[in-house]
């Protein structure tokens, strides 16, 4: 497929009308072609305008074409072939195994919300039967189902450019959800992004779908990402990036005239907990375990672990040599962008500096551009609670291993930490009593708790919550993974006393769509 | 029961060291006993230290108990008998029959919440087991279930001083989801405060719970209220008011270091759609209804009919008449406090000075203080569309009938419009293919839509939305009456690989108790 470098407007390929950018290969620092023509804020409003259009039709769809929509979606990219593995690779760093992995996830994603849409169950519906005879006053027949929001903004992550990218879980649920959708294509990966635009359009022009359902934008955030946002006719954000990029999107959202949900996963440093007992096994496996995870994709995962408690003493030294051992044979891996490698040297320089934080162990530069050493380093656990700067996300292969006293330490260490997306605890039957108290701080902190295992791979299923509480995201009530991620672009309506013939099919008497509903309260499965 | 005059603040009285402020009877702008001192930021300190530490022991209580203290709340309040009431009216100037509805409302909908905490399905469990043998890699068992967010902030309004103030819709829910609840008394009526939060107290009490599950606090809203939304143990806030008074607090809640949710419901004028067909029947009739249900409650329900849409012609004519009939009967009804009298002859006001609009007709002033005579304004279409002064919402006995040439011109109309509450439509079968169109219109800026009746009463059910797009409320994904306004409370937390002794209840094999799960996506229920 040639690229064109082009915005893909409404089903059309719009050359933007407000100057260039390229791709750049983060392996070499070399500029990529095509061009990327950038949108003007006028091109953004045909955008806008069409999503705003396709809303009533899309969002009314029969279940059966919507869920084809979504698995056309996911045939187009696999049509796509190595192409899209390669363009990736090249823009992003990623190896091409972990690519193929991410593309896999991306169209499975796709494939269970359209099954999520042909069950029916997100529509909500609810029906409380008219009571005529009710004393005092006679009950009306109500009926609640949960419509989507309207158009969608989504911007795609740099760490996923497949999985979190144009088709990824943000823009599956909204699709899911009934919602149009606009991508502002993540400037590190424009040929990915156009690659995977162009098979999402096809699917909107197979399926005869209005072409505004679906639009691809290229442009810089500070101005047409937050004139996105800003758009009247947009009626929630889905983000995945920065702490500071995302409170950007917040501020604009919430400053307008209607504020909008903003569904931001932005910072997590995902501490691990190892207890006593764990340290009974095979420690050096387990020290090897923690760096593989610190150091996979180069470090660049939502829930890397960038913190690792371990207890004072001889078992933790040995958790700590093991650590050294392992982080030293490594060498550096290609970042996602230049960008990301300075902002990770920045936050290294930061950990290096800080007052009675050592380096437990470094790996070597790797051979191409943007591929700094990874390192470990390592403080007691009350330099840790004290110092802020222990605390912020360092976006790649860095971590920090706190040393602590005694268990009972762990509770209020983990009250005074940010919320995060992950905790994860090392533990055997013996330390169980200790891990007790710890689950509830947990809860309160975090929107998964792993046992004996590590937080990266996060699994796309049905009991999946990749979220938290601020600054993890925006809005510790969701989750950007898994089938629940649907919520965040549904609202419920209620009709009341409304004639069969005026009523929304999945709140019909004949039920059309055969969804489930709650009558009373009480389940009414078909 | 002698009133006190005194916060309560977990479990205490607490004399306020910040000055006092007394009730005042509306009807008589008599100052009303006992004075009720204010609390300082110190003491507001306590309260919500207390609530913050009864979070782990309310969270987990086993449903039985949970659903009995809800219950005992409701046993309490009627317990007060006729004082609360007769407090309740001298306060209000409510009606003793509108309120003793009321009551048997806030009642009832603490023991549906009761019934919900039983059923378990607000748990929201989620089981997705672990397959040891997928490739490449194997699944781990991950259950997913809904926690409560925390200890919450509610607000209660002026204009439910039982239904939505201290055991009103916003602490049922958030008890019911399990967060603890500071209440700000409404300034307005202070002594039916005291008498409902003595009934709670009563019940956290003999329920032996932690003190700190509930506090009520009298202050200033804009030094104690702000205070209490910004204080980093609460972490979400349940407002009923004006939208000065919700954007503020959300404004408040937004620049927190961890932001929080918050759920105004703030202002509606819920526009009423009289179509052709419709005045093929008794017009007079309809007439009649509409007056009543603007000035039902001297016209301060938040679902109150501010804006009818009726035809041009003849038939509109007659409908108009038979309003400017049934208003010049009517006399004026005590407001809630002399400062809603203030605001609502403002709004009158500006509505009278505006151009084209006119008259249509006038009530007369009632015999007690604060009871302004009741009217009913008309203008033009084009003269409604062009001038937001039209738009805003009266609180009172006020509201502007809208004539229009076509039917077409609705969607139009409708789409100029702020979100709303409700929507109300008067059809015949002859108008279905007109309302057809309208439906999707008025789905984007409402959150119930009602087909031949009125906005005002609010049914408590299953399926009740009592929501809409800003500035309706402030979370239009929301409800705050309902059995739904419990998801307002709560977040999902993922548990991945816990073995069964470490697992909370409703996620142990054994399901102890006994919720209904979703397991691999599929119900599973008990």
Chains 1, 2 share one sequence.
């Not at 069950?119 to 006679?138: E, H, K, T």
């Not at 050096?284 to 408690?309: D, K, N, R, W």
């Amino acid at each position: 497929m040639t690229l064109q470098g082009h915005s893909l407007i409404a089903g059309e390929a719009a050359p933007g009308t407000s100057g260039t950018a390229y791709g750049i290969n983060p392996a070499t620092n070399e500029q990529l072609e095509p061009a990327y023509t950038l949108i003007s804020e006028q091109q953004l409003k045909i955008a806008t305008d069409a999503a705003a259009d396709a809303f009533d039709s899309f969002s009314t769809l029969e279940p059966e074409r919507h869920a084809r929509f979504l698995e056309a979606i996911a045939e187009n990219i696999e049509d796509i072939g190595d192409e899209l593995i390669e363009r990736a690779s090249t823009e992003t760093g990623l190896g091409l195994a972990r690519l193929q992995g991410e593309r896999a996830r991306t169209t499975g994603q796709l494939r269970l919300f359209a099954d999520v849409v042909r069950q029916g169950d997100f529509r909500g519906v609810r029906i409380d039967p008219a009571i005529p005879d009710r004393a005092p006053l006679p009950r009306a027949d109500i009926r609640q189902r949960q419509i989507p929001l309207g158009p969608v903004a989504v911007f795609g992550a740099s760490n996923f450019p497949l999985a979190f990218s144009v088709a990824g879980g943000d823009t599956a649920s909204a699709f899911a959800a009934g919602c149009p959708v606009i991508v502002k294509a993540h400037n590190a990966h424009p040929g990915t992004a156009e690659l995977v635009g162009r098979a999402i359009t096809k699917a909107v022009r197979d399926l005869g779908l209005h072409p505004g359902v679906f639009s691809l934008i290229y442009g810089s955030g500070a101005s047409i990402g937050q004139a996105l946002v800003a758009d009247p006719a947009i009626k929630a954000v889905g983000f995945t990036g920065s702490r500071a990029g995302g409170t950007a999107l917040m501020r604009t959202a919430a400053a307008r005239p209607e504020p909008i949900p903003v569904y931001a996963e932005m910072s997590s440093i995902n501490p691990v907990y190892i207890f006593p007992g764990a340290l009974n096994g095979d420690v050096e496996a387990l020290a090897q375990q923690y760096v593989t995870s610190v150091t996979g994709s180069s470090g660049q995962l939502c829930t890397s672990p960038g913190l690792v408690f371990v207890p004072a003493g001889d078992a933790g030294n040995r958790f700590a040599a093991g650590v050294t051992d392992a982080i030293t044979q490594l060498s550096g891996q290609t970042m996602l962008s230049g960008g990301i490698a300075s902002a990770w040297q920045h936050g290294h320089d930061a950990l290096e500096a800080a007052s009675d934080v050592e380096v437990l162990g470094r790996g070597t530069k790797g051979p191409d551009e943007n591929s700094p050493a990874p390192a470990v380093f390592t403080a007691n656990l009350d330099v840790f609670t004290t110092n802020p700067v222990l605390h912020e996300e360092i976006f790649g292969a860095a971590s920090l291993v706190v040393r602590y006293k005694g268990v009972e330490d762990l509770v209020e260490a983990t009250g005074k930490l940010e919320g995060q997306l992950t905790a994860s605890l090392h533990v055997t039957e013996d330390d169980y009593s200790a891990v007790a108290p710890l689950i509830p701080a947990l809860e309160r902190k975090v929107g998964r708790i792993i046992i004996n295992g590590w937080p990266t791979g996060v699994e796309v299923g049905h009991a999946m919550v990749h979220g938290g509480p601020f600054p993890a995201t925006s809005d510790s009530k969701t989750t950007s993974v898994g089938t629940l991620a649907i919520n965040r672009f549904l609202r419920p309506v209620a009709y009341q006393n409304f004639p069969e013939q005026l009523r929304p099919a999945p709140l019909q008497d004949a039920n059309p769509w055969q969804v489930n509903r709650l009558v009373d309260g009480q389940p009414d499965h078909n």
